[in-house]
């Protein structure tokens, strides 16, 4: 970062919140080349456990920062999720690292990701409070408040507001923040918890009394969580009769380090792009913690994001690209907003309708269907985007009107478990994978377009599958899918508009 004036800083990107998705998109674009400027108004960094379920879209950007095994050092893995009915039926849905979480404290994990910014080279400047954002067509110029009162200005040409669900930036780029609220306070409480329950499992008490979460914090301390009765008021009396009433029956709380009270805001952002400035994790979108699935949308805007934004900084991908995030993570955000709505909905039903629920929970378990429905969905499998990074659909090919290959996955859905994987250092790369026969004109017109432009994307073929082909983007989503040499070369073209040529030496 360079300085126009004592008073003025010049920065690629500022980036407002010190959280775990402002921490993320800093190490991301650093480990990219691209400088980031961390702003938070807090003295010091976050404490508390808040965000303790990090699912698998969480786990991919620790492990693509190099802080994954760390974090499961401080972690755990439970075994499974436990649906307790009743005090005598439970559906226990065991994990897998494909599907399951890790369990670890937000303090922790805030504080693994700000390690690896610094050994970045970067740093969060606190207690620095925005007063101002002006947008403009070629910068973007925030005013704050830092140490002591003094006031400083930062000019940047991109700024990403991460600064949680009160967001100053949101509220001074004018930007709505639309949804509902549930009436209903809940109740969170952390402390020790004496009396035998499996700690190594998460425990969803759904039984006609109400519903009840209690899953082992690392470190000894367990969470306690469920709605409170109307106008009951919070006191450490109040939990031990959730526990009594929804739980075991022989479990009794002490010691809370944490009580406390929350709502269940469920609200999407108008907008999580204005002009040079986006909006990421809960400055865009908030819901209740139903499922833990707050950090996880949060880190795939991160996800989404950085890889498109250092492409354009370094002049490697057209700035239009930078057109699709607003569409797909609004689009994604209101597919997990509404899922959440649901559920949070189903844990405030009378008895007899959480009996109905419940009845319908065994019926799927019984058939097999409730583990391959309810793991994806938490894991954020079944997340998907609208079809716009290329503008719209390909065209079908020739003959192929109706023939379309059911294992070939559309455009906007994520990358099928067959894929092969990314490997090397190549951050930012797209991948043409072609299937069917090796000798077939399609996998033939592939090789020919990767040797013509390698630097456009890797090229892979399997012969196990049938003939088609997928072009995935950086953030392991499907670019474009068909099984026609001519949607191939659209999808290639496409590509070329968005991938622009390295820029001559000399």
Known sequence: MSEGNDMEKKTPVVIVGAGPCGLAAACGLRRRGIEATVLDSSTEPGSGSRAILLWPPVLDVLDELGVLPEAEKHGYRPRALCYHTSRKRTIRLPLDMVNGPL???????????????????????????????????????????????????????????SDGAHSTVRKLL????????FSRSFALAEGQVEGEFDREDAHYYVTPAGVLVVIALPGGEVRLSGALAEGE??????????????GPGHLRVSNPSVLTTFSAPHRVAASMRSGRCFLAGDSAHVHSPAGGQGLSLGMQDVRNLVWKLAGVIDGRLAPEILDSYDLERRAAAQQVVKSIHQLTRQTLFPPMALRVRNAVLHLLHRAGRLQNILLPSLAGRQIHYPDVLFGGPLSPGPGKQGRRNDALPAAGMQAPAWAPKAVGKNLDGFRLITSGPQDSALAQRAGKLVDGRPSLAEHRHLAENKEGFLLLRPDGYVAASGQATPQLDQAWQRLERLVQQPKALG
């Open 103 to 161: 369990v670890l404290r937000q303090d922790r994990t805030s504080r693994l990701l700000e390690a690896a910014l610094e050994k970045l080279g970067g740093r969060v400047e606190r207690p620095v409070r925005v007063t101002e954002v002006i947008p403009g067509k070629e910068s973007v110029r925030v005013n704050a408040e830092g140490p002591g009162g003094a006031q400083l200005s930062y000019e940047a040409d991109w700024l990403i507001g």
């Open 174 to 181: 004018g930007i709505d923040f639309v949804g509902t609220e």
């Open 233 to 246: 008021q919070l006191s450490l009396e109040a939990v031990q009769r959730l526990l009594d009433q929804r």
